[in-house]
């Protein structure tokens, strides 16, 4: 069965089409970046997805049905919203006890997310004092409480220093590739997910502008090193004798694929040719998501 399910959902909140017939779904064992500038779309479609919103037409499945048809839900899905907000005044432990106490799950649960979460040390600390950082880290503990196999999270990198955000890739990647569950992560920054999604859906306006594996969408058939030199003539055949396909662009600048900078450099220097710039091309992912996001 298919963990998240959006089929041609459509939501408008007055003249506005927050959601324009977007459908994608997102698998068990893998991860999905869920990415659009800012206003794009992603929140309305995410909290159609936890019965926060009623679409005006379409459907948004956790494990083939609403939300709101879920017995346990918390056992199901693991959500992070955008701003979650606590009681100022609980401890971090208190909250998630809470949490698991209305939900019916062991009140162990609470200092295992926290454990999970790199939070173990705070849980004894109201949550008043927490930085937005560690309020993003108590936001997942309390998703990952009833050990559901599907999460949704918006915007979950939001307020985490580097190390929090390097942090966040390998967690959710774990819980996809090791844990065997489906997650759904939201971002308006490519950088940000780039390096832990399986897969991308893209939206701009309330529609969707492209979807399929980070590797289709990233690859362009092979990855393109843009190289300058004055002696493009004398560099391309050795380049092409050390395995590349060799493209000659205007101005003595060389397209190639099949060998990274390092081989191309180590090429240069076996000829003795002065390499005036070598650069990684953008990806198509990186273009598409350039213009989307370009003057805003
Ligand atoms: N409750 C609401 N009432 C009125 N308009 C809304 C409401 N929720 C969202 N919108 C509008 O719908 C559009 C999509 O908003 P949404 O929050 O889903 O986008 P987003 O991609 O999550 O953006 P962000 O990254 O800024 O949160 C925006 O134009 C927004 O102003």
Not at 2 to 30: W, Y
Not at 215 to 226: D, P, S, Y
Not at 238 to 251: C, I, K, R, T
Request: with cysteine; aromatic share 4%.
């Amino acid at each position: 069965m298919t963990a998240i399910e959006i089929k041609n959902l459509v939501k408008s909140f007055g003249a506005v089409k927050a959601v324009d017939d977007v459908s994608f779904s997102v698998e068990a064992g893998s991860v999905t970046g869920f990415l659009g500038p800012n206003g794009a779309g992603k929140t309305t479609t995410l909290r159609s997805l936890l019965g926060l919103v009623t679409p005006d037409s379409g459907e948004a499945l956790v494990n083939g049905r609403p939300y709101t048809s879920l017995a346990a839900p918390l056992t199901e899905v693991g959500a992070v919203l955008e701003a979650t907000s606590f009681h100022p005044g609980r401890t971090a432990r208190n909250h998630l006890r809470i949490m698991c106490t209305a939900a019916g799950l062991p009140a162990k649960r609470a200092d295992e997310a926290l454990d999970q979460v790199g939070l173990a040390d705070a849980a004894n600390k109201r949550v008043l004092g927490f930085s937005l950082g560690m309020r993003q880290r108590l936001a997942l503990a309390s998703a990952l409480l009833g050990s559901p196999k599907v999460y949704i999270l918006d915007e979950p990198a939001n307020g985490l220093d580097p190390a929090g955000i390097e942090w966040l890739r390998g967690f959710l990647r774990h819980l996809a590739h090791d844990d065997g569950a489906a997650v759904l992560v939201s971002s308006h920054v490519l950088s940000e997910v780039e390096q832990t999604v399986d897969n991308v859906v893209i939206i701009a306006k309330g529609r969707l502008v492209r979807q399929g594996s980070l590797a289709e969408l990233t690859t362009n058939g092979g990855e393109v090193i843009r190289v300058r030199t004055v002696k493009a003539a004398e560099l391309a055949p050795a380049l092409e004798a050390a395995g590349a396909q060799v493209e000659s662009v205007d101005d003595g600048v060389l397209r190639v694929r099949g060998l990274d900078t390092e081989a191309i450099g180590q090429v240069a220097l076996d000829q003795r040719i002065v390499l005036t710039e070598v650069a990684q091309e953008r990806s198509d992912l990186q273009k598409v998501f350039l213009e989307l996001t370009e003057g805003r």
